[in-house]
């Protein structure tokens, strides 16, 4: 039975319980914040959750799922089905704004909406991308790919740090 709860319609608490549940690879984000949590619906006691991952075939999947099932589990909702939806695509636009709030804090460039510079040596157009520790937008892009996928490698030309920029898309 649930703990200091009503069976009723407790899909709010069901949420709250959703915000424990961090991103292995992002630990300052839950997954609320990352905006993967689609719908809970709930039934008595049983829930299922649809989740919809950054990337397909996002290797922190399965963590996740498993995690968001012991949360729930542990909270008295049984049977607990997380089942995952690959349409609509995710995307950055779905996370929230204290979420990209804490990935700057964090030391990661949050995604915003796709700005560019001109870059003079190639007149080439760079999405500006700002650097979480200064602030500065003269940063570059060091590799398409940094710690994970879903994040790219950028170095400030102002203050010199390495910094990782969840990509948008």
């Known amino acids: 039975m649930l703990q200091n709860e009503t069976i009723a319609d407790n899909t709010a608490g069901v949420w709250r319980l959703l915000e424990s ?18 719908t809970v619906q709930l039934e008595g006691t049983a829930v299922e959750v649809v989740i919809t ?11 996740i799922t498993m995690q968001l099932k012991i949360v729930l589990a542990s909270a008295g909702y049984a049977p607990v089905t997380i089942r995952s939806v690959l349409s609509p695509a995710w995307t950055t636009e779905w996370m929230s704004e204290a979420g990209k ?5 964090y030391g990661i460039a949050p ?20 650097c979480p520790h200064c602030g500065s937008y ?19 030309s102002a203050c010199q740090e ?6 948008c898309h």
């Open 21 to 38: 549940v961090m991103d292995p690879e992002l630990p300052v984000l839950s997954v609320v914040d990352l905006g993967i949590v689609r």
């Open 53 to 63: 991952p950054t990337y397909t075939g996002c290797p922190a999947m399965d963590v």
């Open 101 to 105: 709030d804490k990935l700057k804090a």
């Open 111 to 130: 995604p915003n909406p796709k700005q560019s510079v001109c870059t003079p040596e190639y007149f080439q157009r760079e999405e500006a991308v700002e």
């Open 138 to 156: 003269h940063t570059n892009m060091i590799s398409e790919f940094g710690s994970t996928a879903c994040k790219s490698l950028y170095r400030c």
């Open 162 to 167: 390495p910094f990782d920029y969840f990509k």
